[in-house]
């Protein structure tokens, strides 16, 4: 069967799917695929790998004619309209479990990055500004003893936390349902979003991009925020009022903030660029060798499953 690839990805799964019996095509141009070239080449696939940078809405799914399966190339899966694929009777599977340590990690890189002026500290030496010692020199802020708030107590927010135990501090969270495992294993105490926007020094969000969590992180509750709180985003750019956020950054109301993942992305605002007090990745939350190949496999392997006739692994 005909198995379509938006993007080249790591690791041998076109081998894999063609060990298999199938015939693969990917899309092999280093940019995402357009609209019209996913119809194009996707018409005819019984199967779809797809990544978080695919919008597939409706009109996308329509042209699918055979297609069985789904496989998004992330945990998250708010680019696909999965209920229409569902209608349509196509499965989508996503690839959770084995990117949350590696996703976890760059909350914590993030964290210490701003709390530590690692950036600042690093351009401070290359531009041959180190004259030597100081007492006043970039001084940052302890992580140690502080509070975490972490938004979204799943499977990352909980490895987020369990990383946050390692330096001595006290966790709360936020989570629509109460998470009594976490809350043993770690002593996390759950709380109000607004509780936690409140006395949080670090905030971690962890949560999906859906109709309701857009722009959670409101004016409202953004206003919250202490004067030395840090705010790390490594889930969707659209659970934060990122140009309300700008506007705290840049009247230093907040000490800073870490980007994974930006609102409109990957146009991210150019207010947000001049600032000083912010860290910014482009979006890697997963992107380590070992990660992103097991993700690769996780896809091919939904993908050989459902072309067998058998259940997907990880459907969302
Ligand atoms: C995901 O898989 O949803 C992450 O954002 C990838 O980094």
Not at 171 to 200: C, H, P, Q, W
Request: aromatic share 6%.
């Amino acid at each position: 069967m005909k198995v379509f690839i938006t993007r080249s990805l790591p690791g041998n799964v076109e081998k894999t799917l063609r060990e298999n019996g199938h015939s693969v095509v990917t899309f092999k141009k280093d940019r995402p695929i357009t609209k019209k070239e996913f119809i194009n080449y996707a018409r005819n696939a019984d199967a779809v790998i797809s990544l978080l940078t695919d919008k597939i809405d409706s009109e996308i799914i329509d042209n699918l004619k055979k297609c069985k399966i789904i496989a998004n190339y992330a945990a998250g899966y708010n680019n696909i309209d999965i209920n229409y694929a569902k209608q349509k009777n196509i499965i989508v599977t996503n690839t959770p479990d084995i990117l949350t340590n590696a996703t976890a990690d760059i909350a914590l890189t993030l964290a210490l990055t701003c709390s530590r002026r690692v950036i600042d500290g690093h351009d401070f030496v290359k531009k041959k500004k180190f004259k030597g010692w100081a007492p006043k020199l970039l001084l940052g802020l302890d992580i140690c003893g502080k509070t975490i708030g972490i938004i979204g107590a799943g499977r990352i927010g909980q490895a987020v936390a369990k990383r946050f135990k390692a330096f001595d501090t006290k966790i709360i969270y936020y989570n629509r349902s109460r998470k009594s495992d976490f809350e043993k294993k770690i002593g996390a105490k759950k709380v109000t979003l607004k509780k936690l926007m409140s006395v949080s020094d670090i905030i971690t969000i962890q949560i999906p991009s859906t109709n309701e969590t857009y722009h959670l992180l409101d004016k409202e509750h953004l206003s919250f925020l202490k004067p030395n709180a840090i705010l790390i985003n490594i889930a969707r750019g659209e659970v934060v009022d990122e140009k309300y956020l700008i506007q705290l950054l840049k009247k230093n109301k907040i000490h800073s903030a870490g980007f994974d993942v930006y609102e409109n992305e990957p146009n991210i605002d150019p207010e947000l660029l001049k600032l000083p007090n912010v860290v910014v990745l482009p979006h890697l939350g997963s992107a380590t060798i070992e990660t992103r190949t097991k993700m690769a496999l996780l896809c091919a392997e939904n993908v050989l499953r459902v072309l067998k006739g058998k259940s997907a692994k990880t459907p969302v």
